[in-house]
């Protein structure tokens, strides 16, 4: 069970670096065909959030992820 739960942490954690890394290169490299689908993708994700009112929600549930990590 604990070989299965540390896989999908892996997994969780290279998704979540592939898609912080195509953020940041449509940033600077702007609308790369890959990388820009990415980052339109996020930016429309972060719109929807803010726009139905989730988005003080969305930030206690991250605070809260990353202060129950860094104890």
């Known amino acids: 069970m604990n070989s299965i739960k540390n896989l999908i942490i892996d997994f969780t954690e290279l998704a979540v670096g592939i898609i912080a890394l ?4 449509g940033v ?3 609308d790369v065909p890959f990388v820009g689908g990415i980052l339109n993708n996020f930016i429309e994700t972060v719109y929807a959030i803010g726009n139905s009112g989730a988005a003080a ?5 991250i605070v809260h992820v990353y202060s129950k990590n860094t104890n």
Not at 57 to 61: G, K, P, S
């Open 22 to 25: 195509g953020v940041v290169a």
């Open 28 to 30: 600077v490299f702007g």
């Open 57 to 61: 929600i969305t930030l206690a549930i």
